[in-house]
């Protein structure tokens, strides 16, 4: 086997994860007293600055505020930003955010052919521990040889330092590892460490450019929700597999 490791992001690609987020950025801003309320259409712009915290900084220096001001609500970012890992983690803990069909099936999969399993996000590691284990169960972090998660390196996605990490981790070459991603940023992230990325859009990512990617699917496909034909005719099946990632990544070699 090619293929040594699949690399998944989390936000949007193992859940649909962001109204999740979003509810909870409003409702520590709320607790906070703040009257800052982000609605869908501005969340869907604030995203393309990947991090909560730097997410914030943004929302910020995008306010008509005086210097003093803006420093001042800058110096709020970190209990925000607590507050709202505090409350997305109880919408988790709740088991209202799913995995996104086909997910568990892959990382299945993935454990019975020998691929290694690695996690490359920008989100905090709790939020990744609450998702997994009320989706996967108790066990679930053990089944990720490696957990890249949020400030582990100085520079979130687009930039590739969390793959680069993921991958210096697992001791593995980028070249028989393949990244799973949803956005944009991520799929440049990916890219820049020297990754074959598959990207599955979410709700808040489709219609974004996606031409950096390696293979744009709508989702992973099951047995409840098979690819449609003319999406299966691509990677030869109606579901995306471990044996189809890695007759991907060699035609990927081929053609290099
Ligand atoms: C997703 C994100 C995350 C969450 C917020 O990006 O940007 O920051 O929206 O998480 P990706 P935190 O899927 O590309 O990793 O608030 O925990 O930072
Ligand atoms: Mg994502």
């Known amino acids: 086997m090619r293929l040594k490791a699949l690399l998944f992001d989390v936000d949007g690609t193992l859940a649909d994860t962001e109204e999740a987020h979003r509810r909870a950025?409003?409702?520590?801003?709320?607790?906070h007293g703040l009257d800052w309320n982000w609605t869908k259409p501005q969340y869907a712009q604030l995203l393309r600055t990947t991090g909560g915290?730097?997410?914030?900084?943004?929302?910020?220096?995008?306010?008509?505020?005086?210097?003093?001001?803006r420093s001042?609500?800058?110096e709020r970012i970190g209990a925000?930003?607590?507050?709202?890992?505090?409350?997305?983690?109880?919408?988790?803990?709740?088991?209202?955010?799913?995995?996104?069909?086909?997910?568990?099936?892959?990382?299945?999969?993935?454990?019975?052919?020998?691929?290694?399993?690695?996690?490359?996000?920008?989100?905090?590691?709790?939020?990744?521990?609450?998702l997994l284990q009320t989706t996967l169960g108790p066990d679930a972090l053990a089944r990720f040889a490696v957990i890249g998660a949020g400030d582990q390196v100085p520079c979130k996605k687009p930039a590739p330092d969390i793959y680069k990490y993921v991958l210096h981790r697992l001791g593995l070459?980028?070249?028989d590892c393949v990244a799973i991603e949803d956005s944009t940023n991520g799929a440049a992230s990916a890219k820049a460490a020297g990754l074959f990325t598959i990207v599955t859009p979410c709700y808040w990512t489709e219609g974004e450019d996606f031409a950096a990617a390696?293979?744009?699917?709508?989702?992973?496909?099951?047995?409840?929700?098979?690819?449609?034909?003319?999406?299966?005719?691509?990677?030869?099946?109606?579901?995306?597999?471990?044996?189809?990632?890695?007759?991907?990544?060699?035609?990927?070699?081929?053609?290099?």
């Not at 950025?25 to 607790?31: C, P, Q």
């Not at 730097?54 to 001001?69: G, H, K, M, T, V």
């Open 25 to 31: 950025f409003n409702e520590a801003f709320r607790e």
């Open 53 to 69: 915290k730097e997410r914030i900084a943004a929302y910020i220096n995008s306010l008509p505020l005086q210097p003093a001001q």
């Open 72 to 74: 001042a609500a800058m």
């Open 80 to 130: 925000l930003h607590k507050a709202k890992t505090a409350k997305y983690m109880r919408i988790i803990n709740a088991g209202e955010v799913p995995l996104r069909e086909g997910v568990e099936r892959l990382l299945d999969e993935a454990k019975a052919a020998g691929v290694v399993l690695g996690i490359a996000t920008t989100t905090t590691f709790d939020n990744i521990q609450a």
């Open 173 to 175: 070459r980028p070249q």
């Open 214 to 256: 390696d293979l744009v699917l709508p989702g992973l496909g099951s047995d409840e929700r098979p690819l449609t034909d003319r999406v299966a005719g691509l990677i030869g099946n109606d579901k995306l597999g471990i044996e189809e990632i890695e007759a991907q990544l060699k035609a990927a070699e081929r053609s290099a």
